[in-house]
């Protein structure tokens, strides 16, 4: 399984940019999405999650500000994120919790896609 994410990039605080995550390999089915950043100096942190059934769980920080959303036909995972400010400067990552043909559950990462916010 192997998942990979894009449209990370440079923009200005009040901006907006998308990002995209595909999943691909031996997928049965993938229940929980998500999206973590990791900024210089920092641990790791959840910013946006969606189940199967459509239900999102965001952080505090971003709340109002991104919108996660998912195609299970597709299985991907897009982060929508506007208004964007400098503190949300990090790499981001995109993760998922797949079923795998051997019927065991798996958690997988995409590469780190960098988020640079800045006049």
């Known amino acids: 399984v192997q998942l990979q994410a894009s449209g990370g990039g440079w923009v200005q605080p009040g901006g907006s940019l998308r990002l995209s995550c595909a999943a691909s390999?031996?997928?049965?089915?993938?229940?929980?999405m998500a999206w973590y950043r990791q900024a210089p100096g920092k641990q790791r942190e959840m910013v946006a999650s969606?189940?199967?059934?459509?239900?999102?769980n965001y952080a505090g920080s971003v709340k109002g500000r991104f919108t996660i959303s998912r195609d299970n036909a597709k299985n991907t995972v897009t982060l929508q994120m506007n208004s964007l400010k400098p503190e949300d400067t990090a790499d981001y990552y995109c993760?998922?919790?797949?079923?795998?043909?051997?019927?065991?559950?798996?958690?997988?990462w995409g590469q780190g896609t960098q988020v640079t916010v800045s006049s």
């Open positions: 993760n998922a919790e797949v079923k795998e043909p051997g019927g065991e559950w798996g958690y997988y």
């Open positions: 969606i189940n199967s059934g459509g239900s999102t």
């Open positions: 390999g031996s997928i049965l089915s993938i229940n929980y």
